[in-house]
């Protein structure tokens, strides 16, 4: 049984590189952001959708993000999603992502609600610098490869429904 949602930002909630981004930041649409410099982040077509089918389905929703805390606060603000995500298991710093589930899977919040690791799906799009090492560390965490072409959305909500 799945309880939590764990998902990389880059590539894998949007397009576009947020750790490049500095402020001001400008909401463009509910689905674009752009910095100074016109550099841009674009909701994936679906991510908002699938944030609100987890949390529907009572699924608890983190962040393992390398990258600037304020940054990514203020994009998912602009983008109104932060409301979706679970404080407790939102991770955003530039240890590696073995090291922030580590401390995730250590965390007070998954003993409270007896989340065990293979309750635990992790979605990134880098599959041999993120994935591979997690699943090597943890291998009962379910890891599922974000794509451009969006078929992770699709086989999240299948393992869910
Ligand atoms: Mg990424």
Request: a negative charge; aromatic letters at 12%; zero cysteines.
């Amino acid at each position: 049984m799945i309880k939590a949602v764990i998902f990389d930002a880059d590539g894998t909630l949007w397009k576009g590189d947020s750790f490049m981004m500095r402020p001001p930041f400008e909401k463009i649409s509910e689905y674009m952001v752009k910095d100074e410099r016109d550099r841009e982040i674009i909701l994936f077509e679906g991510t908002r959708e699938l944030l609100d089918f987890l949390t529907k389905k009572k699924i608890f929703v983190g962040l393992a993000s390398q990258n600037f805390f304020d940054t990514i606060f203020e994009i998912m603000n602009l983008l109104e999603i932060q409301h979706y995500f679970t404080e407790d298991i939102v991770l955003v710093d530039w240890a590696s992502k073995i090291m922030m589930f580590d401390k995730i899977l250590a965390s007070d919040f998954l003993l409270k609600n007896n989340i065990e690791p293979d309750n635990i799906v992790f979605v990134d799009d880098n599959e041999s610098e993120n994935l591979i090492p997690v699943k090597k560390k943890y291998p009962s965490i379910k890891t599922i490869l974000a794509k451009e072409n969006l078929s992770h959305i699709k086989e999240i909500r299948e393992l869910i429904e």
